[in-house]
């Protein structure tokens, strides 16, 4: 079993930048891709990022040049550095992790990030 443990998110400005965390622990030998979902109100869960062990990064077109995705495998953390952020960027953001190929395995419990016009 994997936990994931998201924090940071809450209220900013448009325009402005906040950064969201989320702490792995358990059995995170065997996670391959680590990612942050997000889902806005009477909306579907959308991928936002993702990285793998060896760093490679996807990204939802609505967020590429925006926000970036890192992992500290040390810390077994995972960040959503999130900048020039847009009023439809609020959504509450969930943490995920994956073993394979599949898709993801692990959810944590989600952080609202609002962002006021």
């Known amino acids: 079993q994997v936990q994931l443990v998201e924090s940071g998110g809450g209220l900013v400005q448009a325009g402005g930048s906040l950064r969201v965390s989320c702490a792995a622990s358990?059995?995170?030998?065997?996670?391959?891709?680590m990612g942050w979902y997000r889902q806005a109100p009477g909306k579907q869960r959308e991928l936002v990022a993702s990285?793998?062990?060896?760093?490679?990064?996807n990204y939802v077109d609505s967020v590429r040049g925006r926000f970036t995705i890192s992992r500290d495998n040390a810390k077994n953390t995972v960040y959503l550095q999130m900048s020039s952020l847009k009023p439809e960027d609020t959504a509450v953001y969930y943490c995920?992790?994956?073993?394979?190929?599949?898709?993801?395995?692990?959810w944590g419990k989600g952080t609202l990030v609002t962002v006021s016009s």
């Open positions: 995920a992790a994956g073993l394979g190929p599949w898709g993801m395995d692990y």
């Open positions: 990285i793998t062990t060896v760093g490679r990064t």
């Open positions: 358990g059995n995170i030998f065997n996670i391959n891709t």
